[in-house]
């Protein structure tokens, strides 16, 4: 793990340093879009049998490298990961997402639950980042991840995904002591799980706050940033050239960029409902950003690509502190080709802004 970066501009960007173009990753640029993902995803069986095999976990981490010149790679996995090693026995059922058998319902199954140990019950995941941190030789850094707290804890709740969010937003009202007791033991289990993947080789982390921007402002201050600052101030991240950054990035989170910014990470992702100046202005340089292309983009023509990509750079401006990504993630049947045209582009405009 200690070959020298060749590409550094995305861990530049997010220390708000000088790059000579502007970075760019896209969050699921590992999945179902790529044939060759989907070639060994049916070798492995199953989702959870291509997670859970660090050297197949790693072949599809790469292969949007082979492809695409992207300025980083995110490690395969699943947010799901961490309660399923916490016990509540994670599946998928066809046609529906995931489920867990054993959902959190009540104070008592709360009072179950510990905070796992991540070397005994999610040691594929940090053999991953240690076979992928080789394999990539230093050709750009590696990010590993988690889901936010608040998000982890809506699908232990519901038992899987959720069109409302009933259970866990009535437990906010009804039972407000037992969520927090559910998000504290989550949030414990989150830093463990990061810092675990950054000492196994990971450069930069992000939490994905899929869900924090479902609730209603007050319940988001006290639900999900509360606990999204916890990981900002407690979480290892190393120091000096060595230090990895974190990244908070939410769905919905545009009316907080102020808070989330003050939160403690390095680094604070936006979707396409707020645009990059306002975003800019607002955080007042503290932190970078990254962001925001609406990911429905890449189903237009190859020109149109290109012209929203220049808007996007043009509104975020000149100077450091830019990390390109979609506002959300890759879907399925997106256009590799459309991709390709996506990166080229931010490469080729970003050096005006940079």
């Known amino acids: 793990m200690s070959a020298a970066l060749k590409n550094d501009r995305f861990l530049r960007a997010l220390r708000r340093e000088p790059v000579d173009t502007t970075p760019v990753w896209l969050m699921r640029q590992a999945g179902r879009y790529l044939p060759e993902y989907r070639a060994t995803r049916a070798r492995a069986g199953s989702f959870m049998g291509l997670a859970t095999n660090p050297e197949l976990a790693c072949e599809v981490t790469l292969q949007p490298l082979e492809r695409f010149e992207l300025d980083a790679a995110i490690l395969f996995s699943d947010i799901l990961t961490v309660p399923d090693a916490m016990g509540l026995g994670l599946y998928f059922a066809e046609g529906e997402g995931p489920k867990f058998e054993r959902p959190v319902r009540s104070a008592e199954d709360v009072a179950k639950l510990a905070v796992p140990d991540v070397d005994a019950r999610l040691r594929y995941v940090t053999d991953a980042v240690r076979l992928i941190r080789r ?212 490469h080729e405009f970003g050096r005006r802004g940079a």
């Open 135 to 346: 394999e990539l030789d230093g050709r750009v850094p590696l990010i590993g991840f988690s889901g936010s707290p608040w998000t982890l804890a809506c699908y232990m709740v519901e038992g899987g995904g959720s069109k409302d969010f009933a259970r866990i937003k009535a437990m906010a009202y009804d039972a407000p002591a037992t969520l927090h007791r559910l998000l504290e033991t989550v949030t414990d289990a989150v830093i463990a799980y990061l810092d675990a993947q950054r000492q196994a080789g990971a450069q930069a982390l992000q939490v994905f706050d899929t869900w924090g921007g479902v609730l209603a402002p007050h319940l988001y201050r006290e639900f999900s940033l509360r606990y999204l600052t916890r990981i900002a101030q407690e979480l290892p991240r190393g120091a000096g050239a060595e230090r990895a950054p974190l990244i908070l990035f939410g769905k919905g989170n545009a009316p907080y960029l102020e808070d989330l910014a003050a939160s403690g990470a390095e680094g604070v992702g936006v979707d396409w409902l707020v645009s990059l100046d306002e975003a800019r202005r607002r955080t007042g340089g503290r932190v970078a950003l990254q962001g925001n292309l609406d990911p429905a983009t890449l189903y237009a023509q190859p020109e149109v690509i290109r012209a929203e990509v220049r808007r996007a750079l043009d509104a975020f401006g000149t100077g450091p502190g830019h990390v390109f990504n979609l506002g959300h993630g890759m879907a399925p049947d997106m256009d590799p080709e459309h991709v390709r045209v996506l990166v080229d582009a931010v």
